[in-house]
């Protein structure tokens, strides 16, 4: 017998593993991952305590409970809330200052107002609980942008009665990034504190944002080629062809934050990396989309009025309150791993919706159209009159101020097709030297009113 060799073992190559990826960041993971059915049963028992403590401690909600027939008893499921009545802007001022507050006004923590242009300023309270969620959302929005820890956040919203200042300073901290308490204004100083601090994310309206952008191009600072790389931009609505025009001329990525103060203020909604809406924090409001006209409650997808019920504010929990932005909202999970519920971009208040000729226009169409333009802007302004029975709109906009003013006229006519293709609606242009709009420091004014009051 002859003994065989045994053959040497070809050594098997070990399987190539895959490189292990880290988890993406979140600031929240638990919640941020929950699945719908989690999000779900958490909605439920929020809401039913949200809607017992309004019933209880606001007479001003019971007396309307009460008027539609509507128990806290009766909530049995996520749908039962179509019974209840809506709330509205009109419920915040009739009950001036805090009339709608659902705790002791001492154990209220802070205020915010609207600035009340158009009336009594509408009052909102936070109790401390209430401010240490409004932060935590805040910061779980900047993170879901993409801000981190450690970050240098330069916040340039306005700081005072309006909630972006304060909102988004007490989120940055939250997050352990490093603030920059700019508030608007003061834009040349602005700039130099972007350039001198390095600044890794700015937080501003989009208008002020490109207003930052103008002015550190003209005194000759690139911010693009420091470490500036996110932009949080909100409280008004803006377009595609602002967001590259922004990140064209900042070179940033540039995410956008929603928010209103009756709500809690910036935080509410927020786009992830993958930017295909805004998630919506589901875990502390409920979202619905009405139909404006009726009230009636639209399937998922449809476009109507936002609704927010808040299912954890202590000092001023609201229910169903309509908010007149008008949107949509995609179910289904976003390509980043959450399930929290998808606003589609803001397209305008039902309030700022001009009737053109029969066509329904948001100022922020206009925008997106001209902002496709070669040549144009994106500084505009939008002109309503009336002329004799007719409605008419004028865009005010200043060509780029490296189009010679030769080309003026062609890019007029331009614009006023490009806005009648993709609007739908005919418009004057008239082109105006670069620089003598206005310019904004927060929430841009994009429409002036001429038309006959009353
Ligand atoms: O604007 C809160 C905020 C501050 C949001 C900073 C984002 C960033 P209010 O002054 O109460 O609160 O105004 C709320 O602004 O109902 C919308 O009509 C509009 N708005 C807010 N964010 C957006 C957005 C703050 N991302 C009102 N897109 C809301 C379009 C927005 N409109």
Not at 58 to 72: C, W
Not at 153 to 164: K, P, R, S, V
Not at 413 to 429: A, E, F
Request: hydrophobic fraction near 40%.
């Amino acid at each position: 017998m002859t003994a065989r060799a045994r053959p040497t073992p070809t050594p098997t190559p070990a399987p190539a593993r895959a490189p292990r990826q880290a988890p993406p960041f979140r600031f929240d993971p638990a919640i941020e991952s929950a699945s719908r059915d989690e999000l779900a049963v958490l909605q439920l028992r929020r809401l039913r305590a949200t809607v017992r403590r309004a019933y209880e401690n606001v007479p001003a909600a019971r007396a309307k409970f009460d008027a539609a027939g509507a128990n806290p008893a009766d909530l049995r499921a996520l749908a039962d809330l179509a019974q209840f009545p809506f709330t509205v802007k009109d419920d915040l001022r009739a009950a001036y200052p805090f009339g709608l507050f659902a705790v002791p006004r001492e154990q209220v923590n802070r205020v915010h107002a609207s600035s009340g242009t158009t009336g009594r300023p509408t009052v909102v309270g936070y109790t401390a609980g209430d401010l240490a969620r409004w932060a935590g959302l805040m910061a779980r929005s900047l993170a879901a942008a993409g801000a981190r820890p450690g970050d240098m956040i330069h916040n340039a919203y306005g700081y005072g009665l309006f909630t972006g200042g304060l909102g988004a300073h007490d989120g940055a901290q939250r997050l352990g990034a490093t603030v920059v308490p700019a508030s608007g204004g003061g834009t040349e100083r602005q700039i130099v504190l972007l350039r001198d601090f390095a600044a890794d994310v700015l937080c501003a309206t989009p208008s002020y944002a490109l207003n930052i952008a103008e002015v550190a191009e003209r005194d000759g600072v690139d911010l693009r080629g420091g470490r500036l790389r996110l932009g949080l931009f909100g409280a008004e609505p803006w377009s595609e062809g602002m967001r590259a025009e922004l990140e064209r001329r900042l070179g940033i990525r540039a995410h956008d934050v929603y928010g209103l103060s009756e709500i809690m203020g910036p935080g509410v909604a927020v786009e992830c990396e993958a930017r295909q809406g805004l998630h919506g924090w589901e875990d502390h409001f409920l979202f619905e989309v009405i139909d404006p006209a009726t009230g009636a409650v639209l399937p998922t997808g449809a476009e109507g009025e936002l609704v927010i019920t808040t299912l954890t504010k202590e000092a001023l929990p609201l229910i169903r309150y309509r908010t007149r932005d008008i949107t949509r909202l995609e179910a289904g999970r976003c390509a980043c791993g959450r399930n929290h519920v998808r606003i589609m971009r803001i397209a305008g208040r039902d309030d700022d919706m001009m009737i053109i000729r029969g066509v329904n226009v948001y100022p922020s169409q206009i925008e997106a159209a001209l902002t496709t333009v070669a040549g144009a802007s994106a500084n505009y302004l939008l002109v309503r009159e009336r002329k004799g029975a007719l409605e008419t709109l004028t865009v005010q906009l200043e060509p780029d101020p490296a189009l010679a003013a030769a080309a003026w006229p062609d890019l007029a006519r331009r614009v006023t097709h490009q806005v009648k293709s993709l609007v739908g609606v005919t418009v004057s242009v008239e082109t105006q030297a670069p620089g003598s709009l206005p310019r904004s420091v927060g929430k841009a004014a994009r429409v002036r009113d001429l038309r006959p009051k009353g």
